[in-house]
């Protein structure tokens, strides 16, 4: 049974500027047992937090340190990893994931650190998509092929961190979290983007074997093992696996197989022209060989914390797309017309507790005009 921990938590959370950081402090927030929570980042919050504690700052300078101790943490939230190749340039994207990582947890790790608990979203992109590669990836398997892109190498990186502070520190619960593809209304993902194209461009000749995550359950495995003690590596991904050509076909899009096999990286790029979904090389060979991980340790650990099967994330999406469309269809003076004789029709009367319908408006009595007399001729 994993151990819950009975004692107030004193909670750091990077990247609080992006949806995982700021969606996490929000739900934080609610449960009595946290005493402070602190955000971190160089941006503010995305949403409105009410008791978090935002501090702006970078987690690459040696600041971080010195907040750990001044504010007594012991837990630390790392969901600053940044992969989303249009959120910075690729200088940024790699100083953030791999210097901020290890100089956050170089400051955890230190003898004197407050720290109890370590906890890092990292993804799914770290096994690699190759066409050798196993139907399921567990936890405990290694991908073939070295890093392809930077981008996996920096993954490569920071886990590499997270090994060594479990080495250091072996008494800290070290919990490192491998997320799929996420989709919801306000997360703002490369998939999102592609399948909000009324065309979805698709490599000729591939179908691949698909995973999502719905953004509510993301964000819920992560409030989960936050407050609760869960050391180890999990893969996080909904049940079951979707094919690309469902996903479309369900999101009501066409699939147009446009992307040849070879030199798909030239063509994608063409297409950024016209259509900027921000595919980085590492999302351009899943779209060729997908992947599939399996979950079974976090349903063993955590059990039915994801409550959406892949499907059913990408049919959900489908539905609040289709919502969204709809709602910004209606011209806005619209509604305010409607909004404006709702409130005329329904006029309070002077009790306050019964409405009374408005007097329809009477025309204003006009006066018959007094024929003007002829002048009197002389």
Known sequence: MPGLVGEPRRILITGVSRFWGSHLARRLEEDPSVEAIVAVDTRAPLVE???????????????????????????????????????????????????????????????????????????????????????????????????????????????????????????????????????????????????????????????????????EDAVRVLERVVLEDHSGTFNVAGPGIVLLSQAVQTMGKVNLPVIPFIGSSLAMLALERIAPVGFSPHLLRLLQYGRVVDTGALCARLGDVVQHSSAETVQAHARNRRVRDIVRAEPAYQYEAELEEFLRARRPAGNGHAPAAMPAPTRPVRRRRKPRRAPAQS
Not at 87 to 114: F, K, Q, W, Y
């Open 49 to 215: 937090l009410k008791r978090t504690d935002y501090v702006r700052a970078d987690i690459r300078h040696s600041l971080i340190g010195k907040l750990l101790h001044a504010m007594d943490i012991d837990t630390v939230v790392h969901a600053g990893l940044i992969v989303d190749p249009r959120r910075a340039s690729a200088r940024v994207v790699h100083e953030t994931n791999v210097i901020g990582t290890m100089n956050l947890i170089a400051a955890c790790s230190a003898a004197d650190s407050p720290v109890r608990k370590l906890v890092v979203k990292s993804s799914t992109a770290i096994y690699g998509s190759e066409p050798d590669d196993p139907s399921f990836w567990a936890e405990d398997m290694a991908r073939k092929a070295p890093p392809r892109d930077t981008f996996t190498r920096d993954l490569d990186e920071v886990e590499a961190y997270v090994r060594d502070f479990r080495l250091r520190r072996p008494n800290a619960v070290v919990t490192l979290l491998r997320f799929a593809n996420v989709l919801g209304p306000t997360h703002d993902t490369p998939f999102v983007r592609l399948f909000d194209l009324p065309v979805v461009p698709t490599i000729a000749g591939f179908d691949p074997r698909l995973q999502f995550l719905d953004e």
